[in-house]
């Protein structure tokens, strides 16, 4: 099973094609993968969850995007592995100053043990990974990475030792007429 992901995941990471993209909301693909986080991660993990009202739509592959939101659960829930701690999934219209459209902006952030400046300036590198020999094989933000930049958004992570990290995803909205 975990060769069956890995070979999944490297094909995900080194597929160049476009997908075929739906209009989507993001806030049914966000409940349905906090209810398989719910389900697998430790009891210890406290998961919170805040999607706006009204949020417009995105053009994207439900999969992948479900994909991106069960990568950084475990990420997260790994970086919480002694004590627990909180994961939390917001989903916000993005006011990014300046853009060029709308959009939306998933934030996933965790009360984990965080990264070093090092360690961060590395996290979206393939094959990177601070866990043990057996553990990670390095593919899933690098992969998270991808299929964000694949659908047009951006990525970036903040981290403090000890106190946690956030994921900030943007995505642009659906242009107007898509289906």
């Known amino acids: 099973q975990r060769a069956e992901a890995l070979v999944r995941q490297i094909l995900a990471f080194s597929r160049r094609r476009d997908e075929q993209r739906d209009v989507v909301a993001l806030a049914p693909i966000v409940k349905e993968a906090v209810g398989i986080l719910r389900s697998t991660l430790p009891a210890m993990v406290e998961i919170r969850t805040h999607i706006d009202d009204?949020?417009?739509?995105?053009?994207?592959d439900p999969v992948q995007l479900h994909q991106v939101?069960?990568?950084?659960?475990?990420?997260?829930?790994?970086?919480?592995?002694?004590?627990?701690?909180?994961?939390?999934?917001?989903?916000?219209r993005d006011t990014t100053p300046g853009a060029t459209r709308p959009g939306i902006c998933l934030t996933v952030s965790d009360?984990?043990?965080?990264?070093?400046?090092?360690?961060?300036d590395r996290v979206f590198e393939p094959f990177f990974t601070t866990k043990p020999?057996?553990?990670?094989t390095g593919l899933g933000l690098a992969v998270v990475h991808g299929i964000v930049t694949a659908h047009g958004g951006s990525i970036e992570a903040s981290s403090t030792l000890k106190?946690?990290?956030?994921?900030?995803?943007?995505?642009?909205?659906?242009?107007a007429g898509a289906t």
């Open 111 to 120: 009360t984990g043990s965080g990264m070093d400046a090092a360690t961060l």
């Open 133 to 136: 020999a057996g553990i990670g």
């Open 54 to 60: 009204g949020l417009p739509l995105v053009q994207a």
């Open 163 to 175: 106190r946690g990290t956030a994921i900030r995803i943007t995505l642009p909205a659906a242009p």
């Open 69 to 92: 939101l069960m990568n950084l659960g475990s990420n997260a829930a790994h970086a919480m592995r002694e004590g627990g701690g909180v994961l939390a999934i917001e989903v916000t």
